[in-house]
């Protein structure tokens, strides 16, 4: 296990095959953090609540408050690929690539209150299309398979396992209870699939990372001594390492002393390899 400098909202673990490293952020201090052979650099610093990153075809996209973003690494490259209507109390929040190649994610009110946040996708031609309303807090976007996704609104503590049409629309308003943490003391949060295709989901507020079968059993327990895990994706050479990200935020002093890894990265050697993600393809404008 091994670990670096704490973070306040530690959030969006995302291996990068081709740099062969790690990228994460905090999206409390709007940073984007880069690890690589044990040590951390900062990428970029300048984007308040940057809260995901995904693989492109050259480089990261990432979201930021109401702005989607190509950031390329080693450069002061950052280029805005959208601009997100909305108002100033709302920030997005976590996303995928599905398998359509869209570019899948959410967004959240910044101090929670209820059920404002909405979900959206991102066509590679930058058609930005509404998919769902009426969601807290949006996270996990874990694809189960080309047709159903797994998203959490960790306002309600519940995910859902909501259906992609033929037509493209995810079909929110008929969406199914994957996992019901109400009466836990735990929260979904983001996730990750397995090579099995058993799914894993950083539990907020459980010290856990857990492991669930493809329709919601309880399969196992990663125990963490760190109280808000926030997400986990599998990466490495061999697709065999998970990292955690976790955080500080609202923690009281005897908290951190309870659990002494909040805030830290950390890095488990796994039993089950990970998925290869598919990329966000850019398409390149025409001058």
């Known amino acids: 296990m091994k670990m670096n ?115 959206y996708s991102l066509s590679s031609n930058g058609k930005l ?45 008929n969406r199914k209870v994957w996992l019901d943490l109400r009466n836990t003391n735990g929260t979904p949060d983001g996730g990750t699939l397995d090579e099995n295709g058993d799914v894993w989901i950083a539990i907020w507020g459980g010290a856990a990372v857990q492991k669930y079968s493809p329709d919601g059993v309880l399969l196992d327990k990663l125990s963490l001594r760190a109280l808000q895990p926030t997400s986990c994706a599998f990466g490495g050479t061999d697709l065999n390492e998970l990292l955690v990200t976790t955080a500080t935020e609202d923690l009281s002093v005897q908290q951190l002393d309870d659990f002494p890894d909040s805030g830290r990265v950390i890095h488990l050697n796994m039993d089950v390899k990970g998925k290869v993600l598919p990329e966000f393809i850019i398409e390149e404008q025409e001058c």
């Open 129 to 173: 299309r509404l998919q769902g309303e009426g969601i807290g807090i949006p996270n996990t976007f874990v694809w189960l398979n080309s047709e159903s996704i797994l998203i959490s609104d960790s306002f309600l503590k519940i995910t859902y396992e909501v259906d992609l049409l033929d037509c493209g629309k995810l079909d929110w308003d």
């Open 5 to 119: 400098n704490l973070t306040t909202l530690g959030e969006s673990p995302l291996w990068s095959s081709k740099e062969q490293c790690w990228y994460y952020v905090d999206i409390a201090n709007g940073v984007v953090f880069r690890r690589k052979n044990g040590v951390t650099t900062v990428v970029s610093d300048s984007h308040q609540n940057v809260s995901n990153l995904v693989n492109t075809q050259k480089g990261l996209l990432a979201t930021a408050e109401d702005q989607i973003l190509q950031v390329i690494p080693d450069t002061d490259n950052v280029k805005l690929l959208l601009k997100i209507a909305q108002s100033s109390d709302l920030r997005t929040n976590d996303g995928s690539v599905g398998p359509d190649g869209r570019y899948w994610f959410g967004t959240m009110e910044k101090n929670p209150s209820g059920l404002h946040g909405k979900i």
